[in-house]
């Protein structure tokens, strides 16, 4: 059956079926507006993604389950990067009308699923259709303790800068997938299926170790490139520092300009944050804890700007980095 065989009205009372109301909310789908409740003493955080069909992502690189869930991580992320809880999700979805209901039931199992990992639930949006390609649009909310607010612009100099898990896998897949090549399991699951690090934000705001954080979805150097605006620092980043996983070691064996891809390709959905060097030793066990690397990059400096390091101690400027929709 198709989408416009089942009707707009047809759909939301299907997935008004599938997604119960969730705790917290008062009035969810199926009011003009939902009702929703914070902790007390708590901020809210709200923030917005689109995923445009083409541009974000194709239909025959990837299934509609794990779309769904790209779909919440990739706005969870964000939530992750200012040490907040994740809690309610909106979904607006442009369809095209030849779109058929299994693979948009597909879809929302894997939003659904996604949702209920990071402890989200999906209280409202809209539909329409779409004369071209599919788009989805998520806004998400969360909300974090008043005093444990982790933005952009706290880092100092002296500083160390930390990411989490490995850069690249996700733009290495990419360039796979556009030169006709399958990329193995893990960079194409890097890619289709992110992890958000909520357990990480949460802890480091809890514990008042980041002064600064942000998520990478455009790539280090760009978004490196905000918190160092926004702290008003300067930073160097140690190229031979960066975590790679092994798939992405073994690619850049064989073509070593690869590397510009841990840099600069975006879509690692990791959180890049500072921390005071006095407090580094505090890293290793929250590392263990949550089963996940914790590497240090770089540090921050007083001057302007990023500059990057290679093994030889050879100092470059990094051009424009990461994805801008607007450069081409």
């Known amino acids: ?91 607006a979805l442009a369809l095209p009308a030849d779109l058929e209901v299994t693979a948009l039931d597909a879809f929302i199992d894997g939003f659904l699923a996604a949702a209920a990992d990071y402890g989200a639930s999906l209280a409202g949006g809209d539909t329409c259709r779409s004369p071209g390609p599919l788009l989805i649009s998520v806004t998400a909310e969360g909300s974090v303790p008043a005093g444990e607010l ?10 160390a800068i930390y990411v989490s898990g490995t850069l690249g896998d996700s733009a290495l897949a990419l360039r796979q997938l556009l030169a006709g090549e399958a990329p193995e399991a893990f960079l194409a699951e890097r890619h289709h299926n992110p992890s958000a690090r909520t357990g990480l934000g949460r802890a480091l705001a809890a514990a008042r170790l980041a002064t600064a954080m942000v998520d990478l979805s455009d790539g280090l150097v760009a978004d490196l490139g905000h918190l160092l605006t926004a702290s008003g620092v300067g930073g160097r980043v140690a190229t031979a520092s960066l975590p790679l996983s092994p798939a992405f070691r073994a690619a850049l064996a064989a ?46 400096t007083s001057g302007p700007g990023l500059v990057l390091v290679d093994a030889q101690r050879q100092e470059r400027t990094p051009g424009r980095g990461g994805f801008d929709h607007f450069a081409g």
């Not at 917290?24 to 995923?51: F, M, N, S, Y």
């Not at 982790?150 to 500083?159: F, K, N, T």
């Not at 500072?274 to 770089?298: F, I, N, S």
């Open 1 to 91: 059956m198709k989408i416009a065989q089942l009707g707009e009205f047809g759909f939301i009372s299907r997935l008004r079926r599938q997604c119960p109301p969730g705790p917290g909310v008062r009035l969810g789908i199926g009011d003009d507006c939902a009702a929703l409740e914070i902790p007390p003493g708590e901020l809210l955080l709200t923030t917005t993604d689109l995923l445009l069909e083409q541009v974000h992502f194709r239909r025959e690189w990837t299934d509609w389950h794990r779309l769904g869930r790209k779909s919440v991580a990739v706005n969870v992320s964000d939530i992750a990067a200012m040490g907040g809880t994740p809690r309610y999700l909106f979904l």
């Open 150 to 159: 982790v933005g952009r612009s706290g880092a100092r100099p002296g500083d």
């Open 255 to 300: 073509e070593p300009a690869l590397l510009e891809l841990a840099l600069a390709g975006g879509e690692d959905y990791e959180l890049l944050f500072t921390v005071p060097p006095e407090r580094a030793a505090e890293l290793p066990p929250l590392a263990a804890q949550l089963g996940l690397a914790l590497t240090r990059v770089g540090e921050l």
